[in-house]
């Protein structure tokens, strides 16, 4: 008796439930279209504010890309459209899932990072297939085009390395040790060799140790400065490398030309101390403005911005010029 | 192979047992098994001392010092913890978490704050933290019976997962700073983050304490380690008392004009009569306190094959020295340097030869025909003495190299001397032993103390000369410090014998009564207790911490206790050997930018050193035991 | 009629639904061997676990001094002077042998902080304690895992004896020992039994254990096959008790019969025989 009274009990409970599922509510979208004709692929025009762009990301949420989503939510807010935010925490496959969600719900356009290019790139064909305007950001500067993206917002390393070389010849240092605090990482190392390409003396390019041991990085770079006499700048291709090299370079006895990469509370604090002289900012939170921009204007009036080559957003440098200014900034969170 | 006899057969006095064959106390201290980690540190120091002009100086000192401190009082702890028999995966990220607690539990409020604690109260709660830790795990070993290392890979993935959420929640952000603007700063970081900067601290008469010290502890650890080498004389025979008197004060005269003078002929002349003072004083103190030999049978053939072949490794390695450019930084094809290549070629191979010569003289053939051998490896040391004088490119490292070399020849020489002409210990003999015991802990005592003075101190001359600042942390004195104290609880306590106990085999254990599970309880706390001050001293010295901090760092604490002799599976080991252990890896760190190596290869070269090492340990233990 | 030191009435153990012991009355008298005899399998190892305080017995009674007691683990029945000696569990291999003999109850000197063991008196100690059982270990520094097995049970029995116990449980002390072994660790149960401890010895070969009990516990899968005094019962008789009889007669038959063939055989049983014989002789002693 008692186990057809929970049969029945159930079986109620399901009919309830099925009748109280809600029907799909449609919103239809108003507004003026226009064709475009002539191209392979017919684009419809959507103006005014019905626009959804997805921002699929390796995002973690953390310090960086926080700046970056705020950056997308300021220009949605200013020019009026949806921003659908969806971090992956660097899981390829759940980016993977959420491209192809946006591609279902009909998304006016995606932006992507590729971090993990051989697994998202299917999905971001599948986007362009289908017609969807795609803009990479922050990582991917070499499978953009490949895939169809319209541009690439970010910074190449090379570039910023570049950058960062220059800056030494102008404060006048005459050998560099490029830091850095992983192996094998092809950015990193990118880095280093745009620090090469322009800059006037030597450049020493080594291993110092991973963040997770901050007091070995410290004595590595100390010992690298005995070793090497003649080293009298580093560069280090991180923000805390940048600042365990105050540390080193006390040890080793003698002042040496300090610069980083990114931006953290501590090497602010040490550009305003005077402690380092400059650090490469990548401007993240153009990283996440521009894409929602470019997006509206292929959108609205199928404009396309780059002329092919990737839209860089740095190297931007902070040094002790703009330390105070930039500072409140970060503090707002939109640097 | 029954060693055990009826009653009615034995009727000596059951303290000296006549039927043991004779193992002396140096052959005991060798069979230690962190005597073989002792050799390969030792041997790692010397090496890239050669190599790189600053590793042998206190600059280079301070540094790899001050990365195996924070290794070292982990790897000692968890060289406790295997030899009670277990693992703990959990300790590096441990440190990170305790660390970035006390930051997160002091740091003001505020939007981004923390709980704003005073670090009276946070520092205190984050050791509670830690030890709880340590408690939940081996409570969850002892009643599920998992694998330690099971259970503690799970806390470590729950640690690091949890310092991430913890820093994302509170601060938004991956690191938490602001440990410097916390209530009570100061007075911890005194006790924490106190440093000690040695350009501050100058000693004047410092190279004459070191070389006091250091010459009263070679003559007594020489004269402690002849005491347990030979069989005492009964009478002592007084003329060879004078011949001993005779040579010592010709070695002081000469030691005191060289001190003196600097031209190059009184050098030689003065250095002469040392060398002539030390051996008519050895052959004096042998004729006054030692018995004579008697006739030796040979045992076994002379081997002359090695002694060839030691020869011919020993030219090798001098023709590989005097062939290959010094200065060269050509790399050679994709991993080392001419230059390095040069260094481990002539070192490599004057070891090998010099360990064959040594063999040689050890066993086989007549004594005199071991005497010979004996005077070839002297030969050979002062030969490569004048080698490394004139063709090693380490200034400082030469010169002393060069006065050790010697000084080992002349050594080996007299000693070589002595056992042709002296009977050799076959027993135990309670007074020349306990004589011996005492001089020569004293001597390396005295040589320790030399090494710490010369090292921790510095001159004006020196201060004007150089520009690094040389700074010693209070986590060096911990490190020291835990590693004692852990070394004398295993050796001398009851706790010491129940985690060698549990870690060989817990059942007996219980058996016999030694309370199991509260010492792995007890070992898991203490590991995580360790894991609490590394954190306070990462806290204090960098005011800021990153999540990750810390995370992986346990698989080096436990190479750092294998290397050292621990063994994986329990029971056996040493905590010192995990101290050692962990200063070879940090000199192999450091070494390799001092150096000038190509960093990508580091993992390399540490896999390579930490293979040596064990092999080294492993050999060691097989000759000393060999006699058995 | 004195108490005996250690008295079981009528123990039974299931494990579930497996009966492992059945019914089983034994006892042990200070100065006396009783020696539990069985094949594999006949319950021996629960026995032991009984009275070591491992296990807790189903029904019946477990009496110490003729009082009835509960064992919760194996440290209560070491406090009540009842020690084991399991077969490889005994002593911790990496540790030397004055460690192992003062294991869990080591000498201490000084005080507070300092307290550390008195390593002299230690090693004395169990240098004299061995040689007084007779055993003469040449270096009490060396590990115990250079010790032979026999003399690794030794070390484990002078250790129990030393401590004060009152019952001394073997558990196959001679299984994995040559001849000439078993027969110093048989020597080794008589100077115990000398010094008024009460030994219970559990084996599954009788020939060991005819020679030096004074009572015989036959167990045959979980039921006593008979409580018998020396004196009671001849070593065949034993033998067949163990083994369920027919059985092991025909097999006996088939193997003098193989004898009768074989000289090489013979010469081997006739050399048992003379070794079991000069063990009979000794246990008389």
């Known amino acids: 008796m008692k186990r057809y009274r929970l049969m029945g009990m159930v079986l109620a409970l399901l009919l309830i439930a099925s009748a109280c599922t809600s029907d ?198 100390a010992a690298l400065l005995q070793a090497d006499t003649d080293i009298d700048a580093v560069l280090g291709t991180g923000p805390n490398v940048a600042v365990r090299a105050i540390a080193a370079g006390q040890a080793a006895g003698r002042e040496i030309i300090i610069g980083g990469f990114d931006i953290s509370t501590d090497i602010i604090g040490a550009i305003e101390a005077g402690e380092i002289a400059f650090t490469v900012d990548q401007q993240q939170y153009v990283q996440g403005y521009l894409p929602i921009v470019l997006l509206w204007l292929f959108n609205t009036n199928l404009n396309t911005v780059g002329g092919g080559l990737p839209v860089l957003t740095g190297p931007g440098f902070v040094d002790t010029n703009n330390v105070g200014q930039v500072k409140t900034l970060v503090e707002a969170g939109t640097r | ?61 301070a540094n790899y010092l001050d990365v195996s401190a924070g290794l070292g009082i982990m790897a000692v702890v968890v060289s406790l913890l295997m030899i009670g028999g277990e693992f703990d995966l959990s300790a590096g990220a441990m440190t990170g978490a305790t660390a970035m607690l006390v930051v997160l539990l002091s740091k003001p409020q505020g939007e981004f704050g923390g709980a704003g604690l005073s670090l009276h109260i946070a520092v205190p709660l984050s050791l509670l933290f830690a030890l709880g830790i340590g408690y939940f795990n081996a409570t969850v070993v002892e009643r599920t019976g998992l694998p330690s290392f099971i259970v503690t890979l799970g806390s470590f993935f729950t640690l690091i997962g949890a310092k991430l959420g913890f820093a994302k929640l509170f601060t938004d952000k991956v690191i938490v700073e602001g440990l410097d603007v916390a209530a009570g700063y100061e007075f911890w970081n005194a006790f924490f983050g106190a440093t000690w900067i040695r350009n501050e601290h100058l000693f004047a008469s410092r190279d004459l304490t070191f070389a006091v010290l250091l010459i009263t502890g070679s003559v007594l650890t020489l004269v402690g380690l002849l005491e347990l080498s030979f069989t005492p004389r009964r009478p002592t025979r007084p003329a060879g008392l004078g011949v001993l008197v005779v040579g010592a004060a010709a070695a002081a005269f000469g030691l005191r004009q060289l001190v003196d003078t600097d031209t190059v002929a009184a050098n030689w002349t003065y250095g002469l009569v040392v060398g002539a003072g030390v051996l008519v004083g050895m052959a004096g103190l042998g004729a006054w306190k030692y018995q004579p030999a008697t006739a030796v049978s040979a045992r076994g053939g002379p081997n002359l094959g090695r002694v060839a072949m030691g020869l011919v490794a020993v030219a090798a390695g001098c023709l590989a020295a005097v062939r290959l450019d010094a200065s060269s930084t050509k790399v050679l094809g994709f991993l080392l340097t001419v230059q390095g290549l040069r260094a481990i070629l002539f070192v490599g191979l004057v070891a090998v030869g010099l360990g064959m010569l040594f063999g040689a003289a050890r066993r086989g053939g007549s004594s005199f025909f071991r005497f010979v051998v004996s005077m070839i490896i002297s030969a050979v040391l002062v030969g490569v003495a004048f080698l490394v004088k004139g063709e090693s490119q380490a200034v400082r490292f030469r010169s002393t190299a060069f006065a050790v070399l010697l000084l080992v020849a002349l050594v080996n020489a007299g000693t070589a001397w002595l056992r042709l002409k002296h009977l050799p210990r076959n027993q135990a003999e309670p007074v020349a032993d306990r004589l011996g015991r005492v001089l020569s802990i004293g001597g390396l005592l005295s040589m320790f103390a030399a090494v710490a003075v010369r090292l921790l101190f510095m001159t004006q001359a020196e201060v004007d000369a150089t520009r690094a600042v040389i700074t010693y942390r209070i986590s060096i004195l911990f490190f020291l410090g835990s590693a004692v104290v852990a070394s004398w609880i295993l050796a001398n306590t009851k706790f010491g014998s129940w985690t060698f106990a549990v870690g060989g085999n817990k059942l007996a254990a219980r058996a016999v009564g030694v309370p199991a599970a509260r010492t792995k309880r007890t070992l898991f706390m203490t590991v995580s207790g360790a894991a609490w001050l590394v954190g306070m001293l990462l806290a204090f010295r960098l005011n800021s911490v990153q999540a990750n901090v810390g995370d992986g760092n346990e698989f080096l604490y436990i190479i750092a206790a294998v290397v050292g002799g621990n063994l994986l599976t329990g029971g056996y080991g040493s905590a010192a050997g995990g101290a050692i252990g962990a200063l070879l890896m940090a000199m192999s760190f450091q070494g390799i930018p001092f150096s000038r190596w190509n960093s990508d290869w580091r993992f390399l070269f540490l896999g390579v050193i930490l293979l040596l090492a064990v092999l080294a340990n492993r050999y060691v233990r097989s000759k000393a035991e060999e006699t058995r | 009629m004195t108490v005996p030191l250690l008295e079981l009435r009528n123990v039974t153990k299931y494990y579930g639904n497996i009966l492992a012991l059945r019914d089983i009355t034994t006892s042990v008298n200070a100065g006396e061997v009783t020696c539990v005899l069985g094949d594999n399998g006949a319950g021996k190892s629960t026995f032991i676990k009984i009275i070591a305080g491992a296990h807790q017995p189903s029904e019946g009674q477990l009496l110490i001094d003729g009082e009835e007691v509960l064992f919760d683990s194996p440290r209560d029945a070491l406090n009540l002077g009842i020690a084991t000696v399991y077969q490889d569990l005994a002593v911790v291999p990496l540790m030397s042998v004055w460690r192992n003999f003062f294991l869990g109850s080591e000498p201490t000197k000084s005080i507070g902080p300092f307290r550390r063991i008195d390593k002299a008196t230690a090693s004395r100690v169990a240098k004299e304690e061995l040689a007084k059982m007779g055993i003469d270990i040449r270096d009490v520094e060396q590990s115990v895992g250079t010790l032979s097995g026999g003399e690794r049970q030794s070390v484990a029995i002078a250790r129990a004896v030393y401590f004060g116990a009152k019952v001394l449980i073997l558990d196959e002390p001679t299984s994995a020992l040559g001849v000439k072994q078993s027969g110093v660790v048989l020597k080794y149960i008589i100077e115990a039994r000398k010094r008024g401890l009460g030994v219970i010895f559990i084996t599954h070969n009788p020939n060991h254990a005819f020679p030096v009990g004074d009572r015989f516990l036959i167990l045959n899968r979980g039921r006593s096959m008979g409580d018998y005094r020396k004196g009671e019962v001849n070593r065949d008789e034993l033998i067949r008790l163990m083994a369920g009889g027919a059985e092991l007669e025909a097999l006996t038959k088939e193997l003098e019969s193989a004898a009768k063939k074989d000289a090489a055989l013979a010469a081997m049983a006739e050399e048992f025989a003379e070794e079991v014989g000069q063990l009979e002789e000794r246990a008389e002693h």
């Open chain 1, 24 to 221: 799909d509510t449609t919103t239809t979208a108003a507004g003026a279209t226009t064709t475009a004709a002539g191209a392979s692929t017919t684009v419809t025009l959507v103006q005014g504010s019905d626009l959804t762009f997805h921002m699929v990301t390796h995002s973690d949420d953390g310090v960086f890309w926080s700046v970056v989503k705020k950056g997308s939510e300021d220009a949605a807010a200013a020019l009026g459209v949806t921003m659908v935010w969806n971090p992956s925490v660097n899981d390829p496959e759940k980016q993977v899932q959420d491209i192809e969600a946006a591609i279902a719900a009909g998304s006016n356009g995606l932006g992507v990072s590729l971090a993990s290019p051989e697994a998202v790139a299917p999905a971001v064909q599948k986007a362009t297939d289908a017609g969807i305007p795609v803009v990479t950001l922050n990582s991917g500067v070499n499978q953009y085009k490949g895939l169809g993206a319209l541009t690439h917002v970010g910074q190449t390393e090379i570039v910023a390395g570049e950058g960062a070389g220059e800056r030494f010849s102008a404060l006048g240092a005459t050998k560099v040790l490029c830091a850095r605090q992983e192996q094998s990482n092809i950015g990193l190392e990118e880095r280093c060799t745009g620090l090469a390409n322009t800059f006037g003396g030597e450049v020493v390019s080594e291993f110092i140790g991973l963040d997770v041991n901050p007091d070995e990085q410290e004595a590595t770079i």
């Open chain 2, 1 to 61: 192979m029954t060693a055990v006899a009826t009653k009615d057969q034995s009727d000596s006095d059951p303290s000296v047992d006549e039927r043991l064959v004779y193992r002396g106390p140096i052959q005991r201290l060798l069979t230690r098994p962190d005597i073989g980690t002792l050799v390969g540190a030792v041997g790692l120091f010397l090496f890239f001392w050669a190599v790189s002009d600053v590793f042998g100086i206190a600059a280079g000192t």
